[in-house]
């Protein structure tokens, strides 16, 4: 799921640093965003928008963390709303709602391990890329010729 | 481009499959979900009474009490409903009222038996509340008015608050349209299984209905309980005039029963 591969040149100190960043930047934004799933997406695509024009290493990673995070929104803010539609609405807890909100959990945790993963291996400037993501991320992100 | 795109549908389909798998485990049971909801609806029941207890009077008087759990016990045996579930209240107050709490409590204030002349009708009423407790009703009212983490909170002694507001939500008639008629069907399925002529119950609802005021009734659309009036008529649409009623209680218990209360005021 998750590979380290070489990339097209070794990043310099400060774009690992940077490159690192973006997958922390969605860290503590989980932490912070854990009722609103849509903040940490927020926090990542700022994140994104500024480092848009840096270096190819750097844009690489930033779009790799922002698109995880993107596929997490929908199942978080599912979970979300139908939580709230229990807790203030007339809908009740079924099966199918912890079996959903459970698997959720399990989701997430992957996606926090692989990105506390990522942001230590991408900070020695090593090149981690995830399965899916990296595909999309390579498409999406060129090269500067 | 391809391959992404194989690669999203296994991502969407490990999500769904996870899901799946999850699903297949009975969380209900293991979590104690029913049963922990049963216990805090009871609890709630006792705080919403045990709050009403200390500001209303409760008839103690044996005649009343017998005939209307002569009414209940008819409308229990002929419908397969356990009677134990339902701890029916009788309260002295001239208001024409009968309402449900969390755990099967019913409140039946006095003005509605007064009000009445025909004992149908107020069968029809209790029939109606008995509905409200069977269709589990009450406790989605009150999550949906106050929000299920107050009520658990004014479960656990904190609430004071919650348990006031709690109590004026259920003695009005704040119920949802789909949620009132849905009461209406199943009353008028608990008449007609014990032999009572739910006309009396129609009737009944279209005099408060002429007691309504005219404005209400030009502004149902955005009333949250259906007007009277349209609540008799589909009442009298589902009248079967071949069947043969006869009421829960004899007349001259009805009578008495009037009497009593009467003598109460």
Known sequence: ???????????????SEKASNSYLMSLVAIIAGL????????????FYMGNRNGTYFVRWHCTQALLSQI????????????????????????NKYIAFILAAIIF?????????????????????????YSEITNLICKAEK | MKKPFLQAILIVGSFFLVWFLL?????????????????????????YWKSLQSSEIE????????????????????????????????????????????????????????????????????????????LNHVMKKLVKEIGLSALLSATSGSGGEVIKEGSKIL???????????????????????????????????????GEETGLLESLEWISTHPV??????YIIAEIDNEQEYSSAISNSTWRALKIEIQELD
């Not at chain 2, 699903?23 to 006792?46: A, D, P, Y």
């Not at chain 2, 009277?228 to 008529?233: T, Y």
């Open chain 1, 1 to 15: 799921m998750i590979a380290t591969k070489e990339f097209d040149y070794e990043p310099g100190e400060h774009e």
């Open chain 1, 35 to 46: 009722p609103l799933p849509i903040v940490n997406l927020i926090a990542t695509f700022a």
């Open chain 1, 71 to 94: 596929s997490m929104l929908f199942v978080n803010s599912y979970g979300f709303w139908w939580s709230v539609s229990i807790a203030f609405k007339a809908e009740e807890i079924t």
């Open chain 1, 108 to 132: 997430n945790l992957a996606e926090f391990i692989a990105t506390v993963y990522t942001a230590i291996q991408t900070r020695k400037g090593k090149h981690v890329t995830w399965w899916f």
């Open chain 2, 23 to 47: 699903n297949q485990i009975s969380w209900m049971q293991l979590f104690e979900v029913e049963e922990n909801g049963i216990r805090t609806e009871e609890k709630l029941g006792e705080l």
């Open chain 2, 59 to 134: 008839v103690s008087n044996k005649t009343i009490l017998n005939s209307v759990d002569s009414i209940i016990e008819r409308i229990c045996e002929t419908n397969g409903l356990n009677i134990d579930d339902f701890k029916v209240h009788i309260l002295q107050n001239s208001q024409v009222n009968a309402f449900a709490l969390p755990g099967g409590h019913m409140i039946i204030y006095t003005g509605l038996i007064t009000h009445n002349e025909n004992q149908d009708a107020v069968t029809g009423v209790i029939c109606h509340e008995l509905a409200h407790i069977e």
């Open chain 2, 171 to 209: 003695s009005s008639l704040a119920f949802d349209r789909s949620l009132e008629k849905e009461a209406d069907i199943k009353a008028i399925e608990y008449l007609k299984n014990a032999n009572i002529n739910p006309e009396p119950l129609a009737n009944f609802l279209y005099l408060l209905a």
């Open chain 2, 228 to 233: 009277s009036k349209e609540r008799a008529e």
